[in-house]
């Protein structure tokens, strides 16, 4: 894995541990094969925060859409399903 993944890792696990959910959905301002991130409970956050969440999200896009397809990491395919049961 390289280091942007392991950053995109770290991230992913970062925003679940602070409750938020993470998922992809097509991205309306590209092709049919563009996606990119949704996230929810963001608001929940102090607005500084947030801004600097969400400014990390939209550095490591691309490696957090990577992460969240990578159904192969059974670590988080583990913390995906916490809370599903």
């Known amino acids: 894995m390289n280091g942007h993944c392991d950053t995109a890792r770290a991230l992913y696990l970062e ?8 998922w992809v959905e097509d991205d309306p301002d590209g092709g049919p094969l563009d996606y990119g991130i949704a996230l ?21 896009e691309y490696e957090l859409v990577r992460v ?18």
């Open 15 to 22: 925003l679940r541990a602070l409750g938020l959910t993470l």
């Open 40 to 60: 929810d409970g963001l608001r929940s956050l102090s607005e500084a925060r947030a801004r600097r969440l969400a400014r990390r999200i939209r550095e490591n």
């Open 68 to 85: 969240l397809l990578d159904r192969r990491d059974l670590d988080l395919d583990a913390v995906r399903k916490e809370g599903h049961c």
